[in-house]
Structure formats: C-alpha cells, structure tokens
C-alpha cells in the first residue's frame, strides 16, 4: 500500500535552473515547469524518466516509461554507484532538495526511485 506524500510545496528552484534544464529533453522541461506551478505526480513522472534516461550508461530497447515499475536499476538497467550518485546529485539541485547516502541505498526499482523523490519533493496526488 502506498503511503501519501504530505501536502505540496513548491520548490524553489536554483539560480542555475537553466543550465539544469538543458540537459533535459523539450518535453521534461515543459513537464518540470508544469510541475513547479501545480506540483502534480505525473508532470514529476516526466521529469525523472527524462534523468534516467540521461544518465543510464546502457540504453534500453523501450523507453524507461514503458518499462514495469519493480525493473531494478543496478541488475536490471546497468546503473552502478557512480551513476547512481550523478543522479542524486543533479535531482538535489534540480528539486532543491537533499538526499542522504542512507536513503539512496533503499532505493532498488524504477517505482522505488519515483516515489523516493516523490516524497522528496511532495507532491500532490492526481485522479
């Protein structure tokens, strides 16, 4: 069962947020605008695919998205620690947020990572 994130703040994001953005394809960027005025999970969604795909050492035949949500990323998608930590670090300056090494260790799975930095960033819940 999953557990509900408490309420949305927005994030503020930083001076640099531009040269963040660039990295990310249109559509992530547009995403991560929308999600900054309305803080909904599924403009969020976009945005994290859109870092894993930029960070992922080894492309996938399909996009992450379509992939099911328990694939891990180590085992199952070729991420290892160093790209692992490279996507910490630009989801801490993107989302304004902070991520302990002792809550990264927890995260294994696609599904694990969007709700870590859904709850991260609390987001609201959409229908």
Aim: proline content about 9%; glycine content about 4%; charged content about 30%.
């Amino acid at each position: 069962m999953e557990t509900r994130p408490p309420p949305f703040t927005p994030v503020t994001p930083p001076v640099d947020l531009e040269e963040k953005l660039r990295h990310l394809p249109a559509d992530a960027r547009a995403a991560f605008r929308r999600f900054q005025a309305e803080g909904k999970a599924a403009d969020l969604d976009v945005v994290i695919f859109a870092i894993l795909e930029d960070f992922i050492p080894k492309k996938p035949d399909q996009a992450l998205a379509g992939l099911p949500g328990d694939t891990p990323l180590m085992d199952g998608l070729g991420f290892d620690s160093l790209a692992i930590t490279e996507i910490v670090f630009f989801a801490e300056d993107l989302f304004g947020i902070s991520i302990a090494n002792e809550e990264i260790i927890k995260v294994r799975t696609i599904d694990d990572l969007r709700l870590f930095i859904r709850r991260k960033v609390a987001v609201k819940t959409t229908a």
